[in-house]
Structure formats: C-alpha cells, structure tokens
C-alpha cells in the first residue's frame, strides 16, 4: 500500500470537515527525523491562512476529525501546525506482511496508461558516445520501472537516421565498396563520419555526388534507399551489442527513428500554413512564437522548411508528437534528452499544442539530464581530448571491477569472478548515473563508482548478498516461516517501516521519472537493514517467534532489494 497516499487521503478528509477549503493540500511527507513520527503533515498552516485563523485551531479541529485508529498509535500538533503521526507497529507489520504474502509486493494496481519513452536515440553512422550513456540507462530504468507498475510501454529509439548527412554517408559508403573496403571501413563508425565528412570538405567531385544523392534518397531511390539501409543496419548491430552489455532492455523492434517521420512532413507544414501558424519568411517557411522572444525581444521564428526545401529536427518532432497521439494513442510521452535540447522541444511542443495535434488530455514531458562530467569538471573526454566512446569505457568498467573483486574473493573461480565483474563493473557505471538527481551535471569517478562504501552499486548488490546469505547458509524454506512479523525492538520497527514504503517511493519514480530517489531509498533501505542486523539477532534467536519474525525481515528486505535494483536495471549475485 502507498502509505503516503493513504495518510494523504485521510487528512485531506478530515481537513474539510474541519471547513478547510476544499482545494487544500495536506502536504504529506515522511518525516526527517524519528522525534517528529513516521509522516507529518505540512499543509495546515497554508489552509488556515486562507481561512484567516490561527492554524494550531485548525489542526485541533483536523485531529478531532481524523479517523486513523489502528494505523497510529500517536498524532501530535508540532510547532506552528504541523501534525505528526506515529504509526502503529502492528499496523507496520500487516503491512509487511502483505507485500510478503504477495509475488507483487502488494503494489496498488494502477489504471494502465500507454506511454512513450523516448531513450537512447543514438545517430545512425557515429559511434555511440558518453552523451547517449545517460538516456539509455535512465530511460531504461524508467520503462521498467514504469512497465513493473502495468503500463503499456512502448519504448521509442528516436534514431538519428535522416537528413542531408546521408548523402555525403552514402557517397562514401560507395568509395569504400569499390575500393572493397567497406566492412572495415564501418566496425569504427566515428573514423568512418570523419573521414566522410572530409572528402566532403576537400573533394568537390564527391561533395556534387553527395548531394544528388540526397536528392536521390528523398525521391525513394532504390541504390539510394538500400545504401542508408545499410549503414542503419550496421550501426544498430554495433548499438544493439552495446545494449546487451549494459542490460538495457531496447530491442531492434524499439527504433522509431526520424525517417518514420519524413512523410508526414509536407503535409505538417501545408496543415501550419493553412492554419495561419507558419509564414514565408525570406524564402523558408516558419512559425513566429510570442512565447519565446528573440535577443531583440521579438517573437521568435522557428524555421519548419528552409528555402531549399529541407525540413528540420524541429518539423520532425512536431510529427513525432503528433505520430505519438494519433498511432500510438500515448496518454503520456517522456522524452529522455539532454538539457540542451530543451528549448527544442518546447518550441516543436508549443507548435504541436497550437495546432491542436494532440488533446490536452496527453502529456509531453522533457525528462532532462545535464552532462557527464570528468574529475576537472570539464566534459568527460579521453586523454587526448577526444569522445569517449562507450564501449572502451565499458571495458575499463569491467576490468577494473575484474581487480577489485579478485582482490575480495582470491579462490573464486574465472567463470564466477567474471561474471561478477561483469555484473558488478556494469552496474557501477549505471548506478553512479542513476543515483545522482539527473538534471544536474554529475562527475564521472571511477574509485567512488567502485567503492563498497556509500551510495554506490557495490554497496548495494553486497548489501543483497548479505541478507541472501543468511537463508543460503541456513537453508531455510520460506514456506516455513508460520509466526507473524512482531515489532519490538526499534532497529525492527526502522527497517519494517521502510521496507513498506517501497511503494510510494516507486510511485514518485514512475510520476517524475527520478531514480535517484529509488536509488536513496535502497541505500537507506540497506543502512537500515545494517542496523537491525547488526541489533538482533537473527538466526541466533533464542524464542523461536522472534527468529521467525526476523527471518520474515529478512526475505522481505531481500526481495525489496532485488526488485528495486531490478526496476533500475542493476543485476545481482548471490555472492560477491
Ligand atoms: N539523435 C538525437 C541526438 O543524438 C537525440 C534524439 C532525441 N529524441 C527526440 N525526439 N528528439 O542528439
């Protein structure tokens, strides 16, 4: 159960029975510290300000009217009106039985909702760099954390795969065929763009070449249309290997690149000069936004169609929404982007809504990131100042992952060694992303990604290894567990109380697409498992009632733990 939800729900209740008006927020929060209770409720002092009277008087009238018996066994005024509840933990214990009874955590179900997640999105003839890192994997957790709650999630790879660049790619595709140099020419598709790009610059011959086959490729061209095949398919193989090593659950049937687009385009920009939103303007057609101001302080033009008839990356997002709603019928579209791109996107948006592409009813959502940083604070780069490329950082992950578990386990065996290395190397670089508010910048730091210390992913997956153990050592049926969860000593209460708000945390998740928050969770999730046992005894238990009760904890820590590191794309071992 959401119990944040639930207390929400009451206080709102007895708030407006206690003539509160109706528009006021209880404003529900966990509490910081353990003297203010397990929750507080915020939102009094704002409802009696409107009511004109002193908020203590309203939050007396509140309690008078609130109905939680048998959930708290304490609800106190604080200060200038907070109320702070104590839960009860026999409540707390029902609870925790409830998610252990049920293979769902006994997750609310929610009404499912169809939603696009827009993640990854690499460009077609370039290697995947660093920048693309942080889409995958925080649009991936995401979608599954999305997908685990029962929405219908289609997950979208808006794929640079269109544009004026295909001419000078194709042109250059057929100098390496005929030089029979072309397999290799693509297995390094940064190498492959530059040098692309610099015949362009130098040759003018094949720079008149690239151009008509531009042309070419946007009338349907057969040579044309099988050579841009080729080297979607090539790079999408590269891509597709990438995902695989990262866990990420993007499959070939996932691309929905902007070529998808291309027929809709002529018939947008007609629909936008007939609406009276887009106008010639020096030869290319563009739509004027009062709500973006130029440096002048006009109205701002976004161009949709330039003068030689080219379309944009703004035209195409315009159709994606539209695509989004009118095929795909999202009642929610999340677009995992950079921050950089945000004004992009609210321009395309602001097109969209204008010309009324897509109900109000459907929401566009920049789910925004800002960048990968290195130690100096300056972009992530290699030595030598180049883009890092994902793969060789996803090497370095695993082999320095290789040393560090060497170093704990000197008798594992190779096989098991390397796939916890991989497991532990692979989750580290995703975790260090994760778990940092995404839309700030964050540093790139190898020794605190990998450490066993702090909020990282070798805590974690140690952290469930350890609380796995303890039924591995003991070879305990769960099955066997008959005595109820019974809260007595406070480490207990700590850990079962967090344990239940595993659902409201996922729900915060799934609203604002944050896995950090899922992230802090776990970690305070395993600190306070670190508590308890470190407090009571578990499998030492003398009364045969307390070993059941916290062998209960136990399972339900390690299930949670599993889940939530599921939700985010982390794996686990069972030993590390
Ligand atoms: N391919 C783009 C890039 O590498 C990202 C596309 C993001 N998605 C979108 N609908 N614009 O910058």
């Known amino acids: 159960m959401n119990i944040q939800a639930f207390l929400s729900e009451k206080i709102s209740v007895a708030m407006c029975a206690a003539g509160a008006p109706a528009d006021s927020e209880p404003l529900v929060r966990q509490s910081a510290k353990v003297q203010f209770g ?58 925790a039985e409830n998610a252990l009874a049920d ?102 011959v094949f720079a008149e070449r690239a151009r008509s086959y531009v042309v070419k490729l946007q009338s349907g061209d057969e040579y044309c249309r099988a050579m841009w095949r080729k080297l979607v398919d090539i790079t999408m193989q590269q891509n597709q290997e990438t995902y695989q090593r990262l866990n990420v659950t993007l499959t070939e049937d996932d691309i929905m690149g902007e070529s998808l687009y291309n027929p809709m385009l ?33 109205p701002m033009g976004v161009i949709v169609q330039k003068k030689d008839g080219g379309y944009l990356y703004t035209t195409t997002d315009i159709a994606c929404a539209k695509y989004r709603h009118e095929v795909l019928h999202a009642d929610r579209s999340l677009y995992y982007i950079d921050s950089r791109q945000h004004q992009h996107l609210m321009q395309a948006w602001t097109i969209v809504r204008k010309a009324g592409y897509i109900p109000d009813s459907m929401s566009l959502e920049h789910h925004m990131f800002g960048m990968m940083l290195g130690k100096d604070g300056r972009p992530f780069k ?18 320095r992952a290789q ?16 796939n916890v290395a991989r497991v532990v190397g692979i989750g580290a670089v995703k975790y260090a992303d994760l778990s940092k508010n995404r839309t700030t910048d964050y ?26 153990s303890i039924f591995k050592r003991a070879d305990i049926d769960e099955s066997t567990l008959t005595q109820p969860i019974n809260l007595i000593e406070q480490h207990e209460k700590q850990l079962a109380i967090r344990l239940v708000q595993f659902e409201e945390t996922i729900m915060q998740v799934a609203r604002e697409g944050t896995p950090h928050v899922m992230c802090a969770y776990l970690y305070d999730l395993a600190q306070a498992f670190s508590g308890f046992y470190e407090n009571c005894p578990i499998l030492s238990a003398e009364d045969e009632n307390v070993r059941q009760s916290r062998l209960k904890l136990a399972r339900l820590t390690a299930r949670t733990l599993k889940q939530g590191l599921d939700t985010l794309g982390i794996e686990t071992v069972d030993r590390m």
């Open 382 to 399: 290699t030595r030598s100042g180049g883009t890092v490329r994902l793969t060789d950082l996803l090497d370095e992950a695993y082999e």
């Open 38 to 95: 397990d929750y507080q409720a915020n939102g009094v002092m704002g409802a009696a300000k409107k009511m004109g009277i002193p908020p203590r008087q309203l939050a007396e009238k509140i309690l008078e009217q609130l109905d939680i018996t048998g959930v708290a066994n304490k609800v106190e005024i604080a200060g200038p009106g907070f109320i702070n509840i104590f839960l009860s933990p026999d409540w707390i214990a029902q609870q």
């Open 443 to 468: 540093i790139f730091d190898w020794d605190m990604m990998l450490s066993f210390e702090g909020n990282t992913a070798p805590y974690m997956q140690y952290a469930y290894t350890r609380v796995a």
């Open 266 to 298: 002529p018939g947008i920009v007609a629909d936008l000069k007939a609406k009276g939103l887009a106008v010639e303007s020096e030869g290319a057609t563009v739509v004027f936004l009062d709500e973006f101001k130029n440096k002048d302080g006009e």
């Open 103 to 204: 293979e769902h955590l006994n997750i609310t179900k929610v009404k499912p909702e169809t939603i696009v997640i827009d993640y990854s999105s690499p460009n077609v003839a370039k290697q995947m760099h660093v920048g693309h890192l942080r889409s995958t994997i925080i649009g991936d957790a995401s979608a599954r954390t999305l997908s685990y709650l029962g929405h219908n999630i289609i997950r979208a790879n808006h794929l640079g795969d269109w544009g004026t660049q295909f001419g000078m790619l194709i042109a250059f595709l057929e100098k390496k065929q005929n030089e029979n140099a072309a397999d290799m020419a693509l297995a390094d598709l940064e190498e492959f763009y530059r040098e692309a790009k610099k015949c362009y610059d130098e040759d003018e």
């Open 403 to 418: 040393v560090l578990i060497r170093e704990k386990n000197p008798d594992m065996d190779d096989e098991e060694l390397n």
